[in-house]
């Protein structure tokens, strides 16, 4: 039997869609308001992720929104903020905050803008920022998302990590899409306690299966409980149905541009509008697309109860 790491994390976590105000800034009283539901619901909170348009929030406003979500009563045992940046510094400043803040892990994306990097520079990358924080009880995450960095960790990338750093580098979210890559790191990492989240709740019958931890899901934020459901009763009689429940509500927000799919979502069913700010490049859904959107999860009869 596989003893992943001990972890104060949760089976589900989501990077949770970050509502703006008109000025562009981070609203934080309506994102501590969605994380409330969000644990309400048994997922933990990945702040700043991809779907958090992360990358569209500064440094300083991210240290902000942190330690605001904090003061309001969230418990960073429960968070994963994510904290990679292309740049050393800004990696090393998100990263010691969430440490100083006691949160339960960081997820570290590689150097993304850098593209036909060799494995020496990313490990060398990602043990600089391990150095320079210079703190036992950190604990990193590599968010592996080729998609979107174009960037592929390799397996031999991520042993060499575990073995320099074995209390430091204890797991991974995997957003490749990729089940074969996935299951690979769990046979070859899982033996040594090292925790594997899914990229996608559509993985994550096989990953707990195969020795993961569980699933850091896009639509967490809109289908919480159910996941949050299927993860705890991943072996009860019924779970290959639930997943295949899960993968119905997944297939129609995919149709969609996925942050704008989901922010149509939580404006809908919360009757607030504002939720529907999106930060360029992206763009919300157009009028047309909302409608059809909101006709489809209708069709199956989906709700978001309590928001």
């Avoid at 590689?110 to 490990?123: H, S, T, V």
């Avoid at 033996?191 to 990229?199: D, I, K, L, S, T």
């Avoid at 429940?245 to 995919?254: H, K, P, T």
Wanted: with cysteine; aromatic share 8%.
């Amino acid at each position: 039997m596989l003893t992943p790491k001990p972890s104060s994390l949760s089976a589900v976590l989501s990077p949770v869609i970050t509502p703006f105000n008109a000025d562009g800034s981070p609203n934080v009283q309506k994102l501590l308001k969605q994380c409330k539901w969000l644990e309400a619901n048994g997922v933990g909170h990945a702040v700043f992720g991809t779907n958090s348009e992360a990358n569209s929030i500064s440094t300083a406003q991210k240290l902000h929104v942190l330690d605001e979500l904090i003061r309001g009563g969230l418990d960073p045992a429960h968070m994963m903020p994510g904290t990679g940046a292309c740049s050393i510094d800004a990696a090393v400043q998100m990263t010691k905050a969430a440490v100083d803040a006691k949160c339960g892990g960081v997820l570290m994306l590689p150097p993304f803008y850098y593209k036909d990097i060799c494995d020496d520079g990313l490990f060398a990358h990602f043990a600089e920022v391990i150095e320079k924080v210079g703190d036992s009880k950190l604990q990193i995450y590599i968010y592996n998302i080729p998609p979107v960095t174009k960037i592929s960790l390799s397996l031999s990338l991520l042993e060499r990590l575990v073995k320099a750093y074995p209390n430091t580098v204890i797991g991974m979210k995997d957003s490749s899409g990729d089940w074969a890559y996935t299951e690979s790191v769990i046979k070859l990492l899982a033996p040594e306690g090292f925790r594997v989240y899914a990229g996608s709740e559509v993985f994550l019958m096989r990953t707990m299966r195969a020795g993961g931890v569980g699933c850091i899901s896009a639509t967490a934020n809109v289908n919480p409980k159910a996941i949050a459901t299927l993860a705890a009763n991943w072996q009860a009689a019924g779970a290959d149905q639930h997943q295949a429940e899960l993968d119905q509500v997944r297939a129609i927000f995919q149709k969609y541009q996925m942050i704008a799919a989901l922010k149509t979502a939580v404006a809908h069913y919360s009757k607030d509008a504002d939720w529907l700010r999106i930060r360029p490049p992206l763009m919300p859904l157009g009028a047309d697309q909302q409608k059809k959107l909101i006709h489809e999860l209708e069709q199956i009869h989906f709700s978001m109860p309590g928001l």
